[in-house]
């Protein structure tokens, strides 16, 4: 009885879960070698236990936990460096609105007209109040302010006018802050703080200068829209794939500081091209190059940058005089790879800036509010997903029958190996610069003027930051004409003064430079038709008093990012054909 006891105990499926081959071989020899010999054998209460252990924890260990070290044995073993891991860390980016209407179709320019005149209706009526600049209320709370807050919203559209009106942030009026944050791209979170109330408070003349200077941006434009198109709206700093009138994609970008705008651009997407080099424009040789080589004379050789001359041919860099700037006539090229300045896509766009967008090593920009930090390029978060959308209908590949997904895209990376892959069908991309801009659902959508080119050259008192940018709070000392035009000695050779920008503080007109004639505003390239360019009129902005002079100087054009010099653009200098695009 007691060995028919021991047998079902140590039964073969009772066993096979938690012990060993080996294991489980001893404990079947051992309950046979009991039954033969008959000898009866006190249960041991040590093994029991053991044995249900086993059945119960081993299948719920993970296999990595089963090779790592007990505490005991890690104090025993020495400790092995961890390998650096070449892994990117996870991207964070900043929110962007999920709205399916693009920023720009063929019907924003006359929406955008409309709306100006709406807005202009509003100026002559005496726009809205203004609320107190520390103003901070959240949901359920009450304050004296929230009376004039209900009828700017109301008067905007973002509030039913036949709302009730009192002074509490109740829930129908949390739902129209968040409408007017949706607007004017502002984190969407219903509370009343610094950034929305500095949007409230930009007057009405001010918007509906946006609007008319936006939509007089759009005249003479001959973009091909098609079912599929890409918009890149600078203010706003993100990039929209459009298909078939509804943005299916809306991506974090960065754009060009204030000295090196994003121009304004009308071309077509040709190629996606992974693991890109990149060609450094003859600028940064001069500006960035040649002043680090002179102090660290290993910093090409770190940055895997050739230098190579006629023919192809690499030059050690060594043999170059880096006391002169003879180094700006030889190509200098970054080689392909996760530091690359390019990332490692970069989405190819033939056009006179020589600009386009890509990816980029350093992705902690994408996370901030404010975005405008390139040297005239874009900067795309997400651009291997953007890739896959262009790529699509274009054979993978393995050829006719094969896509360009995910893991296509990543496996032709990770070989680092340059590939150009051509679109079979070209797609239209467009840069443009809509501070404002009314889209068909009667909704108006406002952005900073980063810029400065919807106001006159000297600032008015009403142009400040439209919510995203900080207000000024230190006024800006009156200086020599040499220091405001720019010492020759200190800019580089074909670089240009960069224009007031509405952050700026505001000079008076005794103090200012530029209040002696008042010219005409500064204008950055590619942002206003040709046709006006040349008469020397600037569509949309405050008429300027005739001096008889020239307009002020342009910004300087796109620097870093570029595959080629720093272009100046056709309408500052006609004669002076853009560089062609390299890498």
Known sequence: MLSRHRTVVLRPHRLRAGLSPLALLWALGGAATSQVSGVPEAPSPAKAPKVESLTTTAPATPAVQA????????????????????????????????D?????????????????????????????????????????????????????????????????????????????????QARHGLPET?????????????????????????????????????????????????????????????????????????????????????????????????????????????YLARERIRILGP????????????????????????????????????????????????????????????RFHSHGCVRVAQVKELAGWLLEGTPGPNGTGSTWGPIEIETSIATNERLDIKLPKQIPVTFVYLTGYATPDGRAHFRDDIYGID???????????????????????????????????????????????????????????LAKPVEAAPVPPGLVPKASAQKGAVPGAAPAQSSGKTAAPRPARAGADQAAGDPVPPRSIPSRAALPPTD
């Open 67 to 98: 090779i790592a070290p007990s505490a005991g044995e890690a104090s025993a073993t020495p400790a092995v460096p961890a390998k650096k891991s070449r892994e990117l860390p996870p991207l964070v980016v900043a929110r962007v609105s999920a």
């Open 100 to 180: 399916p209407v693009p920023t720009l179709s063929p019907a924003t320019f006359l929406d955008t007209l409309r709306m100006a005149d709406r807005y202009q209706a509003m100026v002559d009526a005496g726009g809205w109040t203004a609320l107190p600049a520390d103003l901070v209320v959240k949901p359920g709370a009450s304050h004296p302010a929230i009376p004039a807050l209900r009828k700017h919203l109301a008067l905007v559209g973002d509030l039913p006018p036949d709302a009730p009106m009192n002074d509490q942030l109740d829930a129908s009026l949390v739902a129209a802050v968040k409408a007017f």
């Open 455 to 513: 106001s006159p050259a000297v600032p008015m008192p009403d142009v400040a930051a439209t919510g995203t940018i900080a207000p000024p709070s230190v006024t800006v000392p009156a200086t020599t004409k040499a220091s405001t035009a720019g010492s020759a000695s200190a800019r580089a050779p074909g670089d240009k003064p960069s224009p007031v920008t509405p952050t700026l503080a505001k000079p008076s007109l005794a103090k200012s430079p």
């Open 190 to 298: 219903g509370l009343i703080g610094r950034q929305t109330v500095a949007a409230l408070n930009v007057p009405a003349a001010t918007r509906q200068r946006q609007l008319a200077a936006s939509a007089a941006r759009q005249i003479g434009s001959n973009f091909a829209y098609g079912d599929r198109y890409v918009v890149v709206n600078i203010p706003s700093a993100t990039v929209e794939a459009v298909d078939h009138g509804v943005v299916v994609r809306r991506y974090v970008a960065v754009v060009g500081k204030p000295d090196k705008a994003t121009p304004r651009i009308e071309a077509r997407i040709t190629d996606v091209n992974l693991n890109p080099t990149w060609t450094l424009p003859v600028s940064i040789i001069k500006k960035e190059i040649i002043p680090k080589m002179r102090k660290d004379p290993g």
């Open 311 to 370: 023919g192809g041919v690499e030059v050690d860099p060594t043999a170059i005089d880096w006391s002169s700037e003879k180094a700006a006539n030889y190509t200098l090229r970054q080689d392909s790879g996760l530091d690359n300045s390019l990332g490692q896509v970069r989405i190819d766009m033939p056009n006179k800036q020589a600009v386009y967008m890509h990816d980029t090593p350093s992705k902690s920009l994408f996370a901030r509010e404010v």
